[in-house]
C-alpha cells in the first residue's frame, strides 16, 4: 500500500505555539514544533501516515517496548538557506540505518523512499520553524516502538513510527576531554552496537557518569572484548589526524554506529585530496602518537555538534593533552565547509542535501 502513495493525512493545529519560542535559547531537544507524523503498523502492515498536531501519546502500561527494548531512533538536520531553501541534509543514509536498525531489532522496516518522504512531509509542514540563522537547524527525530499490550519476549506485532521536529541552536562545543574506557563496553561482537536502538543509550549512562565524575565530558568506548581498540567517543564516532592522515575506526564490525556525520567527514576529505585510513586504531597507536607529538587533531562526529574537538584524553592515570584546539586546521575546515554546505552558501556537489 505504502509504495503505490504516500498520501499522508494533515491536520493542521488550530493552536500554533511559534510565537511563545524564544528564538536566542533554544537549548537541544526541549522545544518541540507544531506537528507530528504518526504511522501505525499492525496486521501486518503500515497504516496511513498522519501529520498531526504534536501531543502525548497515550499508552498501555503493557506497551512492549517499555518492558523489552524494542524502539529505535533516528537523528538528522534540516537548515534554512539565506534565502529561504529548507534541506534536509542526507536523509537517505538515516533511511537505510533505520532500515538496518528494524531489521536486527525484528521490527518491520520502512521503505527507504517512504521513510525519506515522510521525513520531508515532516519537515515541510513545519519549516517556518527551522530558524533562519547561521549555525541553527531544525532537528529531525524519526523513532519506532512495539506497542503490543502484552507481557511475553517475542517480537512485537503492533509498532508505532513517529516523527518529531525540534528547533535547535549552534551547537557551541567547547573543546571535550574524554576517558579512555578499559572496563565497560558499549558494544559487543555480536550485540546491537550498530543498531540506533533505546537500550544501547540507557546503558552506557551509568559508565560515563562515573567518568563525568573524574571530569570527563565523555568517554572513548573500547572494544568489548579486549579493551585495545577505539570505537567511537560518547555517542559519536571518533576521528584522529596523525602525521596529516586521517584515521579512524572502520566500520567492519558491527559494534561501531555507522555515523553519516563520519562518513561526510571522509567522503569530503578524500576529495580534497587528504588521505584517509579506515582501519583499527589501538588504545597503543593513539597514546603513542600523543606522547610523540604526531597526533595534531581528534574530534568526535555526530549530528547534533557536526564536529567536537578533542582537547585531553584520560589514558589510566595520565591526561593527555593534545595540541590546543585553534591549530585544528583540517577538523575546522572540514567543519566549515559541512556548514557552509548545510546553509545553502557552497555549492553541493555531492548532491547530499534534499531539498523540500
Ligand atoms: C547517532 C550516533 C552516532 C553519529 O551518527 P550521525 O549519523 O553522524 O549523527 C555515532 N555513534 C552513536 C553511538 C550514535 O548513536
Given at each position: 500500500m505504502l509504495q503505490d502513495t504516500i498520501s499522508v493525512k494533515i491536520t493542521k493545529t488550530t493552536n500554533s505555539h511559534i510565537g511563545d519560542v524564544d528564538w536566542d535559547n533554544l537549548p537541544f531537544g526541549r522545544v518541540f514544533s507544531d506537528h507530528m507524523l504518526v504511522m501505525d503498523y499492525s496486521d501486518g502492515e503500515w497504516h496511513q501516515p498522519e501529520i498531526i498536531p504534536f501531543a502525548n501519546l497515550s499508552l498501555h502500561p503493557a506497551t512492549s517496548a517499555i518492558h523489552y527494548g524494542q524502539s529505535i531512533f533516528e537523528g538528522m538536520k534540516a537548515n534554512k538557506a539565506e534565502n529561504g531553501d529548507v534541506s534536509i541534509f542526507r536523509p537517505a543514509m538515516n533511511a537505510n540505518r533505520f532500515k538496518e536498525s528494524c531489521e536486527r531489532m525484528c521490527m518491520p522496516t520502512i521503505p527507504e523512499d517512504v521513510f525519506t518522504e515522510l521525513v520531508r512531509k515532516t519537515v515541510e509542514i513545519d519549516s517556518n520553524w527551522i530558524p533562519n540563522k547561521e549555525g541553527y537547524s531544525l532537528y529531525i527525530r524519526p523513532f519506532m516502538f512495539a506497542t503490543d499490550e502484552f507481557l511475553g519476549i517475542r517480537p512485537s506485532e503492533t509498532y508505532k513510527f513517529v516523527i518529531f521536529t525540534c528547533p535547535v541552536g549552534a551547537y557551541y562545543s567547547e573543546p571535550v576531554n574524554v576517558k579512555i574506557e578499559e572496563f565497560y563496553t558499549r558494544a559487543s561482537v555480536?550485540?546491537?552496537?550498530?543498531?540506533?536502538?533505546a537500550g544501547n543509550y540507557g546503558a552506557g549512562l551509568y559508565p560515563a557518569k562515573l567518568g563525568q565524575n573524574q571530569g570527563f565530558h565523555q568517554l572513548v568506548w573500547t572494544d568489548g572484548?579486549?579493551?585495545?581498540y577505539i570505537e567511537e567517543s560518547g555517542t559519536m564516532n571518533i576521528v584522529f589526524i596523525i602525521n596529516g592522515t586521517i584515521i579512524t575506526p572502520s566500520e567492519?564490525?558491527?559494534?561501531i554506529l555507522r555515523g553519516v556525520t563520519k562518513r561526510s567527514v571522509i567522503e569530503i576529505a578524500k576529495s580534497w585530496g587528504i588521505p584517509v585510513e579506515e582501519r583499527k586504531v589501538s588504545v597503543e597507536e593513539v597514546v603513542a602518537a600523543i606522547k610523540n607529538g604526531t597526533m595534531q587533531e581528534a574530534f568526535g562526529a555526530g549530528t547534533a555538534a557536526t564536529i567536537a574537538p578533542i582537547a585531553k584524553i584520560g589514558y589510566r592515570d595520565e591526561i593527555l593533552e593534545l595540541p590546543p584546539v585553534d591549530t585544528f586546521v583540517i577538523s575546522t575546515k572540514i567543519k566549515n565547509y559541512l556548514d557552509d554546505l548545510k546553509a545553502g552558501k557552497v555549492e553541493d556537489t555531492f548532491g547530499w542535501c534534499l531539498k523540500v
Open positions: 555480536g550485540g546491537v552496537g550498530r543498531a540506533k536502538t572484548k579486549e579493551h585495545k567492519d564490525t558491527d559494534t
